[in-house]
């Protein structure tokens, strides 16, 4: 996602119902969830959390007295008919919108729509691995009056989109130091550019999410196997799925053995409603995500997160507030009481080459 393009402005098309105005949002996402075909995926692409749009759904389904995204078990989500005939009136009415705005600069003898000229300062732009202290973070940021803009990707992703200048700092997690050299290996390539700085911000636990009392006794990926239990997966380069290949190959196992490895989430959240909707048996996560939706958890390992930055982005003023918050006692109490979480460290800045030599 890009940043926002500053230029024309353009009416757009609200709808409403018995007075009620249907939020803005719901076109958009259904819109990405006709394009995807998984609320999850299409939340991921919006940066919308799961639950919030999950709510926004429902509470519009009972206002509109329909349907709107059907769920299939391991077959994702699709729009119902009356959904779709929504989304086509939109776009109607959006056409003919679009056409009067066009005569009516014409008869005002205007060459060019009304515009928007950029502003001062832009927002900081921050492409991370899905974390829940992070969007913690960004959302007390905003509050303060700096402007922060956050878009969760898998960790691989993220350092590329930093290399590439698309944003100013990329959240991404490791493994903690270890004797498996071989679990940095994917990471190096991208934390090798020049002027890298990594700003240490949390360590995480990881494991197994799954249903209250665990009634498939749950240990190990091992009793996975052993279970038939259904498992729903990261997307591929996210750190996640990363981690869980690598302690499926300590254990000796293969991909192929795991009933539900292809099936794939975008964020622990949805991995975690996945697990408590009962569309699949366990998931990867960290112990936030199966807390937040009443799951149990069985640890598995534990990982640092960073926040990698170039170093001459640190002196800017967006940078200064984002380091002042990470510092202070208050935010530190907000981290460690958040189950699974510590904030060791936070807010240290290092070398990539002294982090990666840990392992």
């Not at 009415?93 to 014409?106: K, N, P």
């Not at 990707?153 to 050299?181: I, K, M, N, Q, T």
């Not at 940095?184 to 209250?212: E, K």
């Not at 534990?302 to 170039?310: G, H, N």
Request: hydrophobic residues 45%.
């Amino acid at each position: 996602m890009s940043r926002i393009a500053y230029g024309a402005i353009v009416p757009t098309v609200s709808w409403t119902v018995e007075d009620e105005t249907i939020d803005a949002r719901l076109l958009p996402l259904l819109r990405a969830v006709s394009k995807a075909g998984s609320l999850n995926k299409a939340v991921a692409v919006l940066g919308l959390s799961y639950r919030h749009a999950w709510g926004m759904v429902g509470e519009m389904e009972r206002t509109l007295g329909r349907s709107l995204v059907l769920m299939d078990r391991g077959r994702g989500a699709r729009l119902s008919p009356f959904a779709e005939k929504l989304l086509e009136a939109d776009a109607a009415a959006t056409r003919v919108i679009e056409r009067e705005l066009a005569s009516t600069v014409r008869v005002l003898g205007r060459a060019t729509p009304l515009t928007l000229d950029k502003p001062h300062g832009m927002p900081l732009l921050i492409h991370a691995s899905h974390d829940y202290v992070l969007a913690e973070l960004r959302d007390r940021l905003l509050a303060r009056g700096s402007p922060a803009e956050l878009h969760f990707r898998g960790s691989l992703d993220c350092l590329a989109s930093l290399a590439r200048s698309e944003c100013d700092v990329a959240g991404f997690h490791l493994p903690e130091a270890s004797a498996e050299s071989a679990a940095f290996a994917p990471y190096r390539p991208l934390l090798g550019m020049r002027g890298l700085r990594l700003i240490r911000f949390v360590h995480r636990s990881q494991g197994l999410m799954v249903a209250r009392g665990n009634p498939k006794r749950l240990l190990s990926l091992a009793d996975l196997v052993k279970s038939g239990a259904h498992f729903v997966n990261r997307q591929a380069e996210s750190g996640t799925r990363l981690c869980f290949d690598r302690l499926l190959a300590a254990e000796g196992l293969r991909p192929a053995q795991i009933k539900g490895y292809q099936t794939e989430e975008f964020t622990h959240a949805a991995v975690a409603a996945t697990v408590a909707s009962g569309m699949a048996d366990a998931g990867l996560g960290i112990e936030a995500a199966a807390r937040q939706h009443g799951l149990d958890f069985v640890p598995l390992a534990s990982e640092r997160y960073f926040l990698a930055v170039r170093a001459a982005r640190l002196a800017g003023q967006p940078m200064l507030s984002m380091m002042e918050m990470l510092k202070s006692a208050a935010f530190r109490k907000r981290v460690n009481a958040h189950p699974g979480y510590t904030a060791t460290g936070m807010g240290e800045v290092v070398m990539a080459p002294e982090v990666l030599s840990a392992g």
